[in-house]
């Protein structure tokens, strides 16, 4: 892993960075950025997948300097994929969280500035554990979209074996060829599995972060 490549943490910072930015602050161009934001989920996955190919491509401006000046690679490899998978869930992700951010009762906020606590502080015991369902439920849904994601990542990283095949994908193979019935039904009864797994977790997870706000 290089420098470039964010873990799962760093990439939920990223996102609840972005929803406090957009739910807290106005500034020049705010509705150009959550436009752009929000823009994958309006746009064709494909559109996605063809611009992230025109920007990270190996010709991109993007993927050529990454490329040239990294050795870091995203088209046709298994690094785009994820790549597409978490530009199309990202705005799921921030819309649940700026809301549930935007829904904090800000006076709750001003009561422990007049305490005496600063403002990294305040974020940290008050507004970080009221915003922890809606962060909870944005991680559900970002990774409902990027378990369920065709459209984007096979045209932005092909449909490779081993390599850039997802679940949908390779789904989409089985029942493209003869006998792949008995393929593509077991990889739907693996996808139903884990996504019902996941919202049961989130679920749980939800019921465990209330009751404690609630004490």
């Not at 995203?74 to 998978?85: H, P, Q």
């Not at 799921?92 to 906020?109: F, G, P, Q, T, Y």
């Not at 739907?188 to 919202?199: D, G, R």
Request: overall charge positive; glycine content about 8%.
């Amino acid at each position: 892993m290089t420098w470039l490549e964010l873990s799962p943490d760093e990439w939920n910072a990223v996102r609840l960075a972005v929803a406090l930015l957009l739910a807290r602050r106005d500034f020049w161009g705010k509705s150009l950025v959550n436009g752009l934001v929000h823009l994958p989920l309006v746009l064709p996955p494909v559109v996605t997948g063809y611009l992230l190919l025109l920007t990270f491509g190996k010709r991109g401006p993007v993927g050529s300097f990454l490329n040239e000046a990294f050795g870091i690679v995203f088209s046709f490899r298994w690094t785009g994929a994820a790549l597409a998978c978490a530009v199309m869930g990202f705005p799921l992700m921030v819309r649940a969280i700026r809301l549930s951010i935007e829904a904090v009762d800000r006076r709750l906020e001003a009561a422990a500035s007049t305490l005496g606590a600063n403002a990294l502080w305040v974020f940290l015991t008050v507004t970080l554990p009221l915003t922890l369902p809606g962060i909870v439920a944005g991680m559900i849904l970002c990774f409902a979209k990027a378990m369920g994601e065709f459209g984007a990542t096979i045209t932005f990283v092909s449909n490779i074996p081993g390599e850039t095949q997802t679940l949908p994908s390779a789904i989409y193979t089985f029942t493209q060829i003869p006998g792949g019935d008995a393929g593509a039904l077991r990889l739907t009864a693996i996808s139903v599995a884990i996504s019902l797994a996941a919202l049961m977790a989130s679920e749980v997870l939800a019921r465990r972060v209330g009751r404690r706000i609630a004490a």
